[in-house]
């Protein structure tokens, strides 16, 4: 029997990839970007299969609307894919606290949203999974301009962490995922460095 797939921030990266792979397999996906239009493709190219609807993921009314949506088209919910997610090169003294928190509602809170709108759903069925992406950085950290980023995700590795505990009697999964270095625009701006910071963060901008 056909998987319904709630993937996250499905226009571009993993996200992408694995919408596809998903479709592939003959699953079922609710596809979700901030732009919805560019998620057109999949949807000419696997047609019923798949849903496509907006999500900011720090926004907990849509995410709900998000899981909402696959219920009411596919009749459940097996997989969460919470993968949407964004970095800022920035030395920490250099980084706006506006810039700063931002990475962390998207990356972290966003998460958590999607997570809490789909745990009714899944606890419910008494099955499902959360696939949580973090990063490497998530366990090892320490990269200079990436504090937001990676503080964002060890946080996530963490409630991840309690999450299973929480749910594996209930019959659902929780997997962390902790890629490394992948040519996916997860992490194309950058903040301007102060002359004191080049040799650590301006070092590592250029080395990427």
């Known amino acids: 029997m056909a998987k319904t797939w709630l993937i996250t921030g499905s226009s571009r990266g993993f996200g992408w990839v694995l919408a ?5 397999d003959g699953d079922n996906v609710v596809a979700t970007a901030r732009r919805p239009e560019q998620l057109d493709d999949l949807v000419r190219q696997y047609g019923a299969r798949v849903r496509t609807c907006a999500l900011d993921v720090t926004d ?3 995410a709900r ?3 909402e949506l696959a219920v009411e088209a ?3 919910l097996d997989v969460v894919v919470n993968n949407a997610g964004y970095a800022i090169y920035a030395a920490i003294e250099d980084m706006p606290d506006d810039v700063f928190r931002a990475q962390i509602e998207t990356n972290l809170f966003g998460l958590v949203n999607v997570t809490k709108a789909a745990l009714p759903v899944l606890r419910k069925q008494r099955a ?3 696939i949580q992406f973090s990063s490497i950085g998530g ?3 320490g990269t ?3 504090s937001a980023y990676q503080a964002a995700k060890f946080a996530v590795e963490g409630f991840s962490e309690v999450l299973n505990n929480e749910v594996k009697p209930l019959g659902i999964k929780v997997t962390i995922v902790e890629p490394s270095a992948f040519r996916t625009d997860w992490a194309t701006r ?3 460095v102060s002359e004191d910071y080049e040799r650590s963060v301006g070092a590592m901008i250029r080395s990427r």
């Open 20 to 24: 596809k792979a998903v479709l592939e």
């Open 60 to 62: 907990a009314a849509a």
């Open 65 to 67: 609307a998000a899981v």
């Open 74 to 76: 596919f009749g459940s």
């Open 128 to 130: 499902g999974h959360f």
């Open 139 to 141: 366990r090892v950290g």
């Open 144 to 146: 200079p301009g990436l």
């Open 190 to 192: 950058t903040m301007p």
